[in-house]
């Protein structure tokens, strides 16, 4: 872990595997003949809210 990066609570954590997990699955599900990309953007998008919120909390102690 990047000493940037701000500490997860035990839910923000699980919240972040569970993204990443769904993102795995999508890039699994890709068949990739009709050289389309799946689009993860909206999965980064919630785990960068996660990180942000976690910033913030870190911020105010």
Known sequence: ??????KLT????AKVAWYVARMAK???A???QCGG?????DLEARID???DG???????R
């Open 26 to 28: 999508r890039g699994l």
């Open 10 to 13: 035990a839910a923000e954590k």
């Open 1 to 6: 872990m990047d000493s940037t990066e701000p």
């Open 37 to 41: 990309r799946v689009h993860q953007g």
């Open 54 to 60: 976690a910033r913030r909390r870190e911020e105010q």
């Open 49 to 51: 809210r996660i990180l």
């Open 30 to 32: 890709d068949d990739r």
